[in-house]
């Protein structure tokens, strides 16, 4: 099946900063890539997603990247404030069917 | 809109006691639902996932099980828990028919396994 990794595992940044966080993938099949933010305690709340035939989305402060190439996609946070500080989970799937997370990356935002 | 509806909130049980953790859909028919487990500090880790009644995939070989008995029902359960069967266990649903899939996640189900 799919495996997809997540780098980091825990981002501290500057309110204000820019934070990056990057997943890769192994099947070269998967063609829905999601990306979802938890707050503590909190289910996972889908904040932005990217299929395969788009390189690049942007969503006001968010924005995700995509290299089929490379096998991997990185969400881009702009501007970052205390509210962003969360967990956020990357996503693998082929046609929605089933998906596969990342480990998480937990970022935290220094006012 | 699709909403995952899950119970209970939290659960403390004793070791080698059922479980039976219960997950509804509203607002989609015939949805993908899934079960996934997130222990504590780490990732989600897909358990089962189901694409209609009566249809059930594992993932990962353990002491749960999962049925389906109705297109907008999934249950999660275990005739008896270990210590390291505690964690956050979420169930999610997916649209199939819809192009932007529109996983939702229900509000999640803490267990304590004592």
């Known amino acids: 099946g799919e495996n997809v990794e997540q780098h980091p595992s825990t981002l501290s940044v500057q309110e204000g900063d820019s934070a990056v966080i990057k997943c890769t993938y192994s099947?070269?099949?998967?063609?829905?890539f999601p990306w979802y933010k938890q707050e503590l305690g909190k289910r996972p709340q889908l904040i932005i997603d990217?299929?395969?035939?788009?390189g690049e989305k942007k969503d006001q402060r968010i924005a995700v990247t995509l290299n089929k190439t490379a096998k991997h996609f990185s969400l881009h946070i702009t501007e970052t404030q205390p509210e962003d500080s969360a967990v956020y989970f990357c996503?693998?799937?082929?046609?929605?069917?089933?998906?596969?997370f990342g480990t998480g990356t937990s970022l935290t935002v220094i006012p | 809109s699709q909403t995952i509806h899950q119970w209970p909130a939290t659960l403390v049980q004793p070791v080698g006691s059922p479980l039976s953790l219960e997950c509804t859909v509203e607002?989609?028919?015939?949805?993908?639902l899934y079960w996934y487990r997130q222990a504590a500090g780490r990732g989600l880790q897909l358990l089962f996932y189901?694409?209609?009644?009566?249809?059930i995939s594992s993932e990962v070989p353990q002491n749960l099980s999962a049925s389906r008995p109705q297109d907008r029902q999934f249950i999660l359960s275990s005739k008896k828990l270990l210590l390291s069967d505690s964690g956050f266990y979420l169930c999610?649903?997916?649209?199939?028919?819809?192009?932007?899939?529109?996983?939702?996640f229900g509000s999640g189900t803490r267990l304590t396994v004592v």
């Open positions: 990217i299929r395969s035939n788009v």
């Open positions: 607002g989609t028919s015939n949805p993908n």
């Open positions: 189901s694409v209609g009644i009566g249809q």
């Open positions: 999610a649903g997916g649209r199939r028919d819809s192009y932007n899939y529109g996983y939702t």
């Open positions: 996503a693998a799937s082929l046609t929605g069917n089933q998906f596969y």
């Open positions: 099947d070269s099949a998967s063609n829905y």
